[in-house]
C-alpha cells in the first residue's frame, strides 16, 4: 500500500493543464493551511505590535535565502540541467553535486556573518522598534537563519523534481511547510511564547525538505559533496543567476522597504500589510504560479530544442487562463472583501477596526493580481529563452515607484492628505485611524501594474506574437467578471436582510451565497459566449488527472 501511494506521487505527469491543476490544487490547500495559519495569528495576537514583531522578523532571513538563490534558482538550474542531462546523465549528477556544494559554503558563510550583524540591521528593516521590542525582533531573526538553510537545499532538491515533472511531489511540499507553522503556533507557542512560533517556521522548512528526499533517491540524483569544485561551472550558473537573483532581491528589498516604514506608521500596520498581502497571494499561488511553474520546464526545453512556434503557443495558453483565472477573482476579492475578512479573520484580539483596515487594503491588492500573475509568467518566459536582463531593469523601475510612494506615506503627509478622504470614502474606511498605511499596498499595486505593462511592451518587441486570441479572453472575462461582480454586490445587499450579519454563520452563509449566485451568471455568460478557456477547463477535469500513467519519453528526448 505505502509503495503504491509512493509510486503514484512519484510519477512524471505531463500536459500544462493537468500539471497546473494539480499545482493548483496543492496551491489551494497550501493557501487554505496559510489562511488557518493567519487566522490563529490574526485571533491570538490581533493586529498588533506582537504580530508586527513576529512578521518583520523573517525579512532578513527571506533576503538570505533570496542571496542563496545565485546558485540554486530552479529558473536557470532546470535548462542547465535539461542540457547535462542530453549529454549523459553523470555529466548531470555532477553538475548536481558542485552546485550543491557551492550552496553549503556559500550559505554557511552567509549564515555565520549575518547572525552577528543583525543588531546592526535591526535598526534599519523595524526603526519603529524600541526596547524589549527590537530585542524580541533580534532573537527571532537568528533562530530563522536556520530556515533559508533548509529551504535552499529543497529549492535545489526541487529544481531536480520539477525537471522530471514530479509534480506531485514538489505539490506536496509547501503543505508541508504550513502543517508545521501551525504545529508551532498550536504546540510550542504556549510554551516557548514567540520563540515556539519560530521554532515552527524552521519545523516546517525541514518538512519542505524532507519530502522530496524519496524521489531523489529512487531517481538517483541525491546530491553529495563535491571536495572537487568545477569552479568554472559554478561562475556561470551564478553569472545566468545574478539577474534572477538581484530581481528577487530587489523585490525582497522593496518588502523591507515597506516593513520599515509600516514599523513607524503606528502597531499593527506591518501586520495588516502582511495579514492582506498573503491573503491575495492565495490567488496569485493557485493562479499564476502554478501556470507558470508548470509551464517553465517545457518553455526551457522548447526553446533549447529550437521550437520556436511551440514555446510561443504555450506561452499564449498560459497566458489566456491566467486571465480567465485572474480577473473573476479580483472581482470577488474587490466585493466580498469585507466578508471574506470577517470570517477569516474576524475572531478573538481582531477587531472591527483591524478588519475595516484588512480588507480595504486587500481590494487595493486586488486591483493589481492580474498584474502579480502575469508578471510571474512573463519573467520565466525570459528565463526560458536565456533573457534575464530586461525584466531585472524592468523590476526596478517599478520598485522604485513602491519605494518611492512608500517613502511619501512618511515623509510627505501633506500630498497624502489630500489624497486620504477620497480613500476613505472609496474603501469605506473614512474615520478609521491607521489609514495612511493603505498607501503601502496602493503604491506597491501601481508598481505592479507598470512592471507588468512594459514587460508586455518588450516581449511584444522581442518575440512579435499573435495577441488574437489573448484579447479575446480578456474582453469576455472581464465583461463576464463585471457582470458577475453586480450580481454579487445586489445579491449582498438583498441578502443583508435576510441573515443575521453579525454572526460567524450570518456573515459567512452572505458572502458565500452572494459569490455563488456571481458565480453562477459569470459560468452562463462565458458559456454563452462559448469561452474556449471554459471548454479546455472542463475537458480537464473530466479527464481522471491524477490516475495518468508515468509517460516514457519519445526517443528524440531520451539522453
Do not use: C
Request: a positive charge; charged letters at 15%; hydrophobic letters at 55%.
Amino acid at each position: 500500500m505505502i509503495k503504491k501511494v509512493f509510486n503514484i506521487f512519484h510519477q512524471e505527469l505531463g500536459g500544462l493543464h493537468k500539471a497546473a491543476l494539480v499545482l493548483g490544487l496543492s496551491s489551494f490547500f497550501s493557501a487554505v493551511l496559510a489562511l488557518l495559519r493567519d487566522r490563529l495569528l490574526a485571533g491570538t495576537f490581533g493586529a498588533g505590535r506582537v504580530l508586527d514583531i513576529y512578521y518583520a522578523s523573517f525579512k532578513i532571513p527571506d533576503f538570505l535565502y533570496i542571496l542563496s538563490l545565485s546558485i540554486i534558482s530552479v529558473n536557470v538550474l532546470i535548462p542547465i540541467f535539461f542540457e547535462k542531462i542530453s549529454q549523459s546523465e553523470s555529466k548531470a549528477k555532477e553538475f548536481i553535486d558542485n552546485i550543491f556544494t557551492a550552496f553549503l559554503i556559500l550559505i554557511l558563510i552567509l549564515i555565520i556573518i549575518t547572525f552577528f550583524i543583525i543588531p546592526r540591521l535591526s535598526s534599519f528593516i523595524a526603526p519603529g522598534f524600541l526596547g524589549e521590542e527590537k530585542r524580541q525582533f533580534i532573537l527571532l531573526s537568528r533562530i530563522l537563519l536556520l530556515s533559508p538553510f533548509l529551504l535552499g537545499i529543497s529549492n535545489l532538491f526541487s529544481g531536480i523534481v520539477q525537471s522530471f515533472r514530479r509534480f506531485y511531489i514538489y505539490a506536496l511540499s509547501p503543505l508541508l511547510y504550513n502543517i508545521g507553522i501551525i504545529f508551532g503556533i498550536l504546540f510550542f507557542y504556549p510554551h516557548f511564547n514567540l520563540v515556539g512560533l519560530v521554532m515552527g517556521v524552521v519545523l516546517g522548512a525541514f518538512f519542505h525538505l524532507g519530502v522530496q528526499i524519496p524521489s531523489l533517491l529512487k531517481l538517483k540524483f541525491f546530491p553529495s559533496f563535491n571536495f572537487k569544485i568545477n569552479f568554472s561551472e559554478i561562475f556561470n550558473t551564478i553569472k545566468l543567476s545574478i539577474p534572477r537573483t538581484l530581481g528577487l532581491s530587489i523585490n525582497q528589498l522593496v518588502l523591507i522597504f515597506i516593513t520599515a516604514t509600516a514599523s513607524l506608521l503606528g502597531a499593527g500596520s506591518i501586520a495588516i500589510f502582511n495579514l492582506s498581502y498573503n491573503l491575495q497571494s492565495v490567488p496569485l499561488s493557485v493562479i499564476g504560479v502554478s501556470y507558470s511553474v508548470a509551464a517553465f520546464p517545457t518553455l526551457a526545453k522548447l526553446f533549447v530544442g529550437n521550437k520556436k512556434k511551440e514555446y510561443m503557443e504555450h506561452i499564449m495558453t498560459a497566458i489566456r487562463q491566467i486571465i480567465f483565472w485572474s480577473i473573476p477573482a479580483s472581482i470577488l476579492f474587490i466585493v466580498l472583501r469585507a466578508q471574506i475578512i470577517r470570517v477569516l479573520f474576524g475572531y478573538g484580539r481582531f477587531d472591527w477596526q483591524d478588519t475595516r483596515l484588512t480588507a480595504a487594503s486587500l481590494a487595493i491588492f486586488a486591483v493589481s493580481l492580474l498584474a502579480q500573475s502575469l508578471i510571474v509568467l512573463f519573467v520565466r518566459a525570459f528565463y526560458a529563452a536565456g533573457k534575464t536582463f530586461k525584466p531585472l531593469v524592468i523590476n526596478i523601475v517599478s520598485s522604485i515607484v513602491i519605494i518611492g510612494g512608500s517613502f511619501l506615506a512618511v515623509k510627505a503627509p501633506f500630498i497624502i492628505q489630500n489624497i486620504k478622504p477620497f480613500m476613505g470614502d472609496v474603501l469605506r474606511v473614512r474615520g478609521v485611524p491607521g489609514t495612511e498605511m493603505l498607501f503601502l499596498p496602493l503604491f506597491f499595486s501601481l508598481g505592479s501594474i507598470i512592471n507588468i505593462i512594459i514587460l508586455w511592451i518588450i516581449f511584444d518587441r522581442e518575440f512579435n506574437p499573435s495577441w488574437k486570441e489573448v484579447k479575446k479572453t480578456f474582453f469576455d472575462v472581464l465583461i463576464a467578471s463585471l457582470v458577475m461582480g453586480m450580481i454579487t454586490y445586489a445579491s449582498l445587499n438583498f441578502l443583508d436582510k435576510l441573515f443575521n450579519i453579525r454572526t460567524f454563520v450570518g456573515i459567512f452563509l452572505q458572502g458565500f451565497v452572494s459569490g455563488v449566485f456571481g458565480l453562477g451568471f459569470l459560468f452562463a455568460v462565458l458559456r454563452s459566449a462559448r469561452n474556449k478557456e471554459l471548454e479546455e477547463i472542463i475537458n480537464s477535469l473530466r479527464q481522471k488527472f491524477w490516475k495518468t500513467q508515468t509517460i516514457a519519453p519519445e526517443p528524440e528526448e531520451l539522453p
